[in-house]
């Protein structure tokens, strides 16, 4: 295995450094399983705790106001989805907790992109997690604005894990929140991991 990754990691530098994209002196190497060897790109290491990413950029952990409010607005959301019969009634039920840049242009409804992928999905499994809802992990992202045009938004957002409820199986699924810098309330931004 330990030759695999030096092979796999040879080629990928050579590939990089032949279309300009890096020189091989700054590819890192793919560590053997088991060598000690950190083999993160950055993230979380649990408790909101700031890693550097693989850009080099530090985020900082959301303050606790923040992870309250995050929590206020993901138990909101989940009952929204688990109350509604129907997923058309879930989608009006959620749409003041979803940001704007998943609504159509009329901000009445979802756009059709997250009807069809990220919330049917969110609709189909939102039963499966507890209520009201655990956080298991926080993860800061690196984020600094969502939309486009009148959706446009700056702030950043943090990927909440939160955990199905007792005698379901399955891992704990991250759901993004966005802070905007305005201070507005902070609104679900991506829920297409449920």
């Known amino acids: 295995m330990h030759f695999y990754r030096s092979t796999l990691s040879a080629v990928i530098a050579s590939s990089l450094v032949a279309c300009g994209g890096a020189t091989a002196a700054n590819v890192p190497s793919l560590q053997p399983a088991g060598s000690g060897a950190p083999a993160s790109n950055g993230g979380s290491t649990g408790r909101g705790e700031p890693t550097a990413g693989g850009d080099g950029v530090v985020a900082p952990p959301p303050s606790a106001q923040d992870d309250a409010r995050a929590a206020t607005l993901l138990d909101a959301t989940f009952a929204a989805l688990v109350s509604s019969r129907d997923e058309a009634s879930a989608a009006r039920a959620a749409i003041p907790y979803l940001h704007k840049s998943l609504l159509d242009s009329t901000g009445a409804d979802l756009s059709a992109d997250t009807r069809t992928f990220s919330f049917k999905k969110a609709f189909a499994a939102a039963s499966g997690y507890a209520s009201p809802v655990k956080i298991t992990r926080v993860r800061p992202g690196k984020v600094t604005a969502i939309g486009f045009g ?20 399955g891992m704990p699924a991250p759901i993004t929140v966005f802070f905007p810098d305005s201070g507005a309330p902070p609104k679900v931004s991506y829920l297409g991991s449920l």
């Open 150 to 169: 009148p959706t446009g938004e700056k702030g950043r957002t943090v990927d909440y894990f939160v955990a199905k409820r007792d005698g379901v199986a």
